[in-house]
């Protein structure tokens, strides 16, 4: 075994070149034992193992940076950079985490788990190293899916005076580098070969070797090829951003890899090296279903079968609402940034292409796309993960809620996304919606209430976002349905109540239940409607003795402290404590929700305490 003695980089570097397939096929095998048990981005890396040799052999981390985008393919970087032992644990409560995180490890030299920021980042370690006066290389890992996000352009135009920052670009989807002519075929062919690499090598070696001019001719000949390259091919699109170009490569050849990195390492501005691998590789149900096995729970390795848990999900249901209600009425498009699956709208898709609208990893300009469609009578549905519209708040403000244009967004992963972690836990929606004027704002707590949701989504005249979480039905059989909310009391004219909304609903049922049960009379209430506040919760909670508020979101602009206000406006809480829980001030790590929520103070038990008043 080779891999469970790598403790460090320098390990990497000292195993036999002829070895390297057989690291690269233990690698394979350690990805597939603890991603099927503990779930986790399996095809994306599987397809970079020999790049991250390849890297880890030719450059010095960490005082060499490796910064990848997104940071769903930094697996095998983490198992060889000290955490090999830990890597059980992957996106365990208080094991290490599913992306790279600099807290972690020195290594880890930026944090990631959002697309397109990579070269970003690289280009200002890369001009920091530069105004320090090091000789540091900045190296990016940057997926072909990331360049349908507009701020990689915006880090491209920035980068032909960066110094020694080299970008990885691992294509297994597409090729950015056109075919221009028979001859320019040709000559990225032989260019992309291991025969190409030994040749510049050894021509190198032979001008440097001659004493006082050797430097003189390596550069000489250096300005001839480019320039003979210039007479039989026009510029790529790298070339026109002023960027060396080296591809497209065979990224799953290691030897070839390391030569090509070399090579680039001898560029003192900015290259790209453009390789192509297999999504998956080595693992047959993943090279055929990459798609599948981008992002799972956990699976059997023998046949191949995901484990999913059989439960239907609220992003399911959503897709099978819109099916419903665009067969009805033709003017409802769908639109997502990429994730057409993980929203629920593959079946919208294969049924409605015509009103179909993928637009990549681009946000922004899928909500400002949306505002174009609503000026035109279509109503226009974004489905998108909440820590992802995050990069939408712009939009949400300038284009859609301050012309007032019809759009519906619907809020996926909305609360705490368990193992994915704190890039991916969707708790400021509720803070940042809530203060834009002119949008109706709606929290579902079951099946039912988000059918209903959408049908008011449909017939408003404002801009309206619905969030769920990500999670299966919520129970709420024992809830009396109001006018934007949903309540029940647990003994006789009870005058504690308990508030929240979404996800967290069963579990302030079951807490009202437990005071109950110890003889405290308790009012549950759950808010469907969060934007404007509905006016009949105001009556529930009249002349309550103490008033708690859950909320699986961040208490800073929550919409506790919003209720909590409005309360007091009306002069409310003159006798009535208001006890707040939420996320305070902190980004949750990774972990299952229930113990992220126990943390958090979140539990069943913490919130009856909070009203029983015993010490939490």
Request: glycine share 8%.
């Amino acid at each position: 075994m080779f891999l469970e003695k790598i403790k460090s980089p320098e390990d990497l570097k000292n195993i036999p070149a002829a070895d390297l397939d057989t690291l690269a096929k233990e690698v394979r095998q350690k990805l597939l034992e603890t991603v099927s048990q503990t779930g986790g981005h399996l095809a994306a890396n599987l397809c970079v193992v020999e790049l991250t040799i390849a890297l880890h052999r030719t450059f010095n981390s960490p005082r060499d940076k490796i910064v990848f985008d997104v940071g769903h393919q930094a697996y095998v970087h983490k198992l060889f950079t000290g955490r090999y032992e830990q890597f059980d644990t992957l996106r365990q409560w208080g094991g290490i985490s599913g992306f790279p995180k600099r807290s972690e490890s020195d290594h880890d030299a930026f944090g990631v788990g959002h697309s397109s920021t990579s070269i970003s980042a690289a280009a200002g370690i890369a001009a920091a190293n530069s105004i320090k006066g090091e000789t540091n290389y900045t190296v990016v890992v940057v997926g072909d899916g990331a360049f349908t996000g507009g701020m990689i352009y915006e880090a491209l135009n920035n980068c032909s005076d960066k110094e020694r920052l080299i970008i990885v670009l691992n294509d297994n989807d597409m090729s950015i580098s056109p075919n221009v002519g028979g001859l320019s075929k040709s000559f990225s062919k032989f260019r992309s070969s291991v025969k190409y690499f030994r040749f510049k090598s050894g021509i190198k070696r032979f001008f440097k070797a001659i004493p006082l001019i050797g430097t003189g001719l390596t550069r000489l000949a250096r300005w001839i090829k480019n320039r003979f390259k210039k007479m039989l091919m026009r510029p790529n699109f790298f070339e026109q951003f002023g960027l060396n170009y080296y591809g497209p490569l065979n990224g799953n050849n290691e030897r070839l890899l390391e030569m090509a990195l070399r090579e680039a390492k001898d560029d003192k501005y900015c290259s790209v090296v453009h390789i192509c691998t297999t999504k998956g590789k080595g693992y047959e149900p993943a090279e055929k279903r990459p798609d599948l096995f981008h992002g799972v729970s956990g699976f059997d390795i023998k046949t191949g079968e995901l484990k999913n848990g059989g439960e239907e999900s609220f992003s399911e249901r959503f897709g099978k609402i819109i099916c419903d209600r665009a067969e009805k009425d033709s003017r409802i498009t769908a639109i997502t940034a990429a994730m057409p699956d993980g929203t629920g709208l593959a079946d919208f898709a294969s049924r409605y292409p015509n009103r179909f609208f993928d637009v990549g990893i681009a946000e922004e300009h899928a909500l400002t796309f949306a505002c174009g469609l609503a000026t035109e009578g279509i109503v226009p549905v974004f489905a998108v993960y909440s820590t992802f519209m995050q990069r939408a708040f712009d939009q949400l403000i300038h284009d859609a809620a301050l012309q007032n244009l019809h759009i519906i967004v619907m809020l996926d992963r909305a609360g705490l996304v368990a193992n994915d972690g704190a890039t991916h836990h969707g708790i400021f929606d509720a803070a940042y919606v809530t203060e834009i004027p002119n949008v109706l704002f709606f929290a579902p707590n079951s099946f039912k209430e988000l059918e209903e949701c959408f049908d008011k989504a449909l017939n408003a005249d404002c801009p309206v976002v619905i969030r769920y979480p990500k999670s299966g039905d919520i129970k709420t059989d024992c809830l009396t349905l109001g006018d934007g909310f949903d309540y029940a009391d647990f003994g006789e004219s009870p005058k504690n109540a308990i508030v929240t909304y979404s996800r967290l609903t069963d579990t302030v049922v079951n807490s009202a239940k437990e005071c109950f049960e110890k003889g405290v009379a308790a009012r549950a209430i759950s808010l469907t409607q969060l934007s404007p506040l509905p006016q009949g919760v105001f009556e529930l909670l009249a002349g309550m003795d103490k008033i708690v508020f859950a909320e699986e979101g961040i208490k800073n602009g929550g919409i506790a402290q919003q209720l909590c206000a409005a309360l007091a406006e009306r002069d409310m809480l003159k006798n009535t404590e208001f006890v707040i829980k939420a996320i305070d001030n902190c980004f949750p790590q990774h972990g299952s929700n229930n113990l992220i929520l126990k943390d958090l103070g979140l539990s069943q038990a913490d919130i009856a305490r909070a009203v029983l008043g015993e010490q939490l």
